[in-house]
């Protein structure tokens, strides 16, 4: 059974910077893709960043391009999302993800099978 675990999350000013980990188990995870989405209160679950297994190509959100960073580490079967310039309208739950097969990208919430529980990322102004 797949398992994701968020930690990382927390208060920050507008401008700051949080680092979210997630650590994967239950599969070979560097055959995998893992992505990061969102959901603040009210609103749908929205796509924030995508990387692939062994190549580690990346994608990302339009409203997050430049500021935030997604990476991983096979070795840990880490994946992480670096957040810089942090905005007030960032606030919202961020959960880590996983796909049952392998695949390419997708920023669709139905894509993807395996969900972490979320960590909260609040930013105040």
């Known amino acids: 059974q797949v398992q994701l675990v968020e930690s990382g999350g927390g208060l920050v000013q507008a401008g700051g910077s949080l680092r979210l980990s997630c650590a994967a188990s239950?599969?070979?995870?560097?055959?995998?893709?893992m992505g990061w989405f969102r959901q603040a209160p009210g609103k749908e679950r929205e796509f924030v960043a995508f990387?692939?297994?062994?190549?580690?190509?990346?994608y990302y959100a339009d409203s997050v391009k430049g500021r935030f960073t997604i990476s991983r580490d096979n070795a840990k079967r880490t994946v992480y999302l670096q957040m810089n310039s942090l905005k007030p309208e960032a606030t919202a739950v961020y959960y880590c993800?996983?796909?049952?097969?392998?695949?390419?990208?997708?920023?669709?919430?139905?894509?993807?099978?395996?969900w972490g529980q979320g960590t909260q990322v609040t930013v105040s102004s």
């Open positions: 990387i692939t297994g062994t190549v580690s190509g990346t």
């Open positions: 993800t996983t796909p049952g097969r392998p695949m390419g990208l997708s920023t669709q919430t139905d894509a993807y099978t395996y």
């Open positions: 239950g599969r070979t995870f560097e055959r995998y893709a």
